[in-house]
């Protein structure tokens, strides 16, 4: 009877640990960091953003944006606790 003790005890604490996990608080990052993003995923400066007015989520912007690149930031938003929000921009071509 005393496994079974150990095994609640232990399947409890894991239960805390990811419930505490998951109430991480967004925090604003640097433009160093969100520029370091953009570079990773093969982005050009200034088209991986945050606003001061929500903190969770993180911006891409890029028109055309290729799968690869818009998994890549999603992953780094995801591991910083932050929602992807891809805005597609429209391109204007000259007739």
């Not at 891409?60 to 910083?80: S, V």
């Not at 606790?81 to 891809?86: D, F, K, P």
């Amino acid at each position: 009877m005393a496994r079974l003790g150990g095994a609640v005890s232990i399947l409890t604490g894991g239960a805390a640990t990811l419930v505490l996990s998951a109430c991480a608080t967004a925090q604003m990052h640097t433009d160093e960091q969100l520029n370091a993003v953009a570079q990773q995923c093969g982005l050009s400066l200034g088209e991986v953003m945050q606003d001061d007015s929500e903190k969770r989520l993180l911006f891409l912007m890029r028109p055309e944006a290729t799968a690869q690149q818009r998994h890549c930031t999603y992953q780094w938003a995801r591991r910083n606790h932050l929602r992807l929000v891809v805005i597609h921009l429209a391109t204007e071509t000259a007739n």
